[in-house]
């Protein structure tokens, strides 16, 4: 028992040394799972405050171009607002502006009950430089942030909510390789899988097409509101560039992101006022299997 | 004693901050990302005890880790090369000189010396990084490049920050 207390003290930065290893590839093999909640990310409180308080160093820079985006964005929901206030006051309601903007009609369903919610945040922190990438927003728990809403940039796809912290939020980004989100060819409503392969920070992966769907370049690439975190139709990107693997029954689609990751400034967060129902039931599938 | 914990705590806090609100943003030619926070590792004393090299190593990796969303990852990295460094350190140089001098530093050593003291750590560093980073061997070669062209420019951070800090 001596001998065993001399080797331990003797040796005791090796058992140091093994304890720490061993801790922390648990906690990268356990955090693979990105969905499971934990303290240390970046929505924490002290995370949050040095990237809340340091971002708007960097941002000055792409402020312009994030003006210009709002502007823009503005404008087309002037347009769209007007019309449809046109289309009501000559007593229909056809959705002229589901064509133009699916941001606005998708708020409401046939009863005229809010389906999707819209708030906006600020981006504190982002990144593009490594194989899983996440944002950090300046909202929380206390102003109304969940997991699994939905972030948008002028309707565009950017990613999801994880973890939500109480005045801060991490947001899983589409430039991640461990998420996957249900997408479709907008021409002719073929839907794939849409995934990072970590390469380049412009370009997504749009899988699971078929080879006998006509796909071209250019096609317009969109949700397809099966996550039930997004409303259908939100524009993710463009095909860039597909081809039809060796010996595969489905295409190869480069898609070219709609979104600048390196420049988001201001993102729009959707809720589905609706998940809760949507979950409960999609859950009572697997229950009696 | 206590002007050294204040002296390193500073290293700590400014390599971590540096590391995590400017040098994450930066993505050169879509592959190239410096990790320079390790330079925290490479300056202690050369008389810091082995225990407290392998703890200050998963500290460092833990609190990047804490920003990055990359639980572990920096971690178990950091805890390695903080194990490692007294092994390497006897391979590349002698008692009489981590008797004599206090820190390993370019005015101390060499400038030759320390590059090969950086570029030893950097390599050992960026090379299990990414590829524990990209936890697969698939497009190893893709991972493995940008481990060593990033690991090219971390070197060079590295280097030129001592002529800036430590210039006596």
């Given at each position: 028992m001596r001998n065993l207390f001399r080797i331990i003290l003797r040796y005791h930065y090796v058992f140091l040394f093994l304890f720490l290893e061993i801790f922390s590839l648990s906690l990268v093999v356990s955090y693979?799972?990105?969905?499971?909640?934990?303290?240390?990310?970046?929505?924490?409180g002290i995370t949050g405050y040095f990237f809340e308080n340091f971002a708007g160093i960097f941002q000055v820079f792409d402020l312009k171009k994030a003006n210009t985006e709002l502007a823009e964005e503005n404008a087309q929901l002037r347009t769209a607002l007007q019309h449809y206030q046109m289309r009501t006051l000559n007593g229909?309601?056809?959705?002229?502006?589901a064509e133009r903007n699916p941001l606005i009609t998708m708020t409401q369903d046939s009863l005229n009950k809010i389906v999707y919610f819209f708030t906006t945040a600020r981006v504190i922190n982002n990144s593009v430089n490594q194989r899983h990438n996440f944002l950090t927003l300046n909202k929380g728990r206390l102003q109304g942030v969940k997991p699994d809403m939905g972030v948008v940039s002028a309707g565009r796809v950017v990613g999801l909510v994880t973890n939500v912290g109480d005045n801060y939020s991490t947001v899983i980004s589409?430039?991640?390789?461990?998420w996957k989100l249900s997408a479709k060819i907008?021409?002719?409503?073929f839907f794939g899988s849409l995934s990072w392969?970590?390469?380049?920070?412009?370009k997504v992966q749009l899988n699971e097409?078929?080879?006998h769907v006509p796909v071209q370049n250019g096609d317009t690439v969109v949700t397809t509101?099966?996550?039930?975190s997004f409303p259908e139709g939100l524009e993710i990107g463009i095909v860039s560039e597909y081809s039809l693997g060796t010996g595969s029954n489905f295409y190869k689609i480069d898609v070219d992101l709609?979104?600048?990751?390196?420049?988001?400034?201001q993102v729009g967060l959707v809720e589905n006022r609706q998940l809760k129902e949507i979950n409960k039931l999609e859950s009572l599938n697997y229950d009696g299997k | 004693m206590v002007n050294n914990l204040l002296k390193y705590s500073l290293v700590f806090i400014v390599a971590v901050l540096l590391q995590v609100l400017?040098?994450?943003r930066i993505l050169i030619l879509n592959m190239i990302s410096p990790f320079f926070y390790i330079i925290f590792l490479l300056l202690l004393?050369?008389?810091?005890?082995r225990a407290l090299l392998t703890f200050l190593g998963f500290l460092l990796g833990l609190s990047v880790d804490a920003f990055t969303n990359t639980l572990g990852v920096h971690a178990s990295v950091c805890v390695l090369i903080g194990f490692l460094r007294p092994v390497i350190l006897n391979n590349i140089s002698t008692r009489e000189t981590r008797e004599s001098v206090s820190a390993p530093r370019i005015s101390t050593m060499s400038l030759n010396w320390f590059i090969g003291y950086t570029a030893i750590f950097v390599a050992i560093h960026h090379l299990l990084l990414f590829m524990l980073e990209a936890f697969?061997?698939?497009?190893i070669l893709f991972t493995l490049l940008r481990a060593v062209f990033s690991g090219v420019l971390s070197i060079v951070l590295i280097v030129i920050s001592q002529f800036m800090i430590f210039r006596k």
């Open positions: 693979n799972n990105f969905q499971k909640a934990t303290f240390l990310n970046s929505s924490n229909s309601k056809q959705s002229y502006l589409v430039l991640n390789e461990k907008k021409r002719n409503d392969n970590g390469k380049d920070y412009r097409i078929p080879y509101g099966f996550s039930s709609a979104v600048d990751f390196r420049s988001i400034v | 400017v040098l994450n004393p050369f008389d810091t005890p697969t061997f698939q497009g």
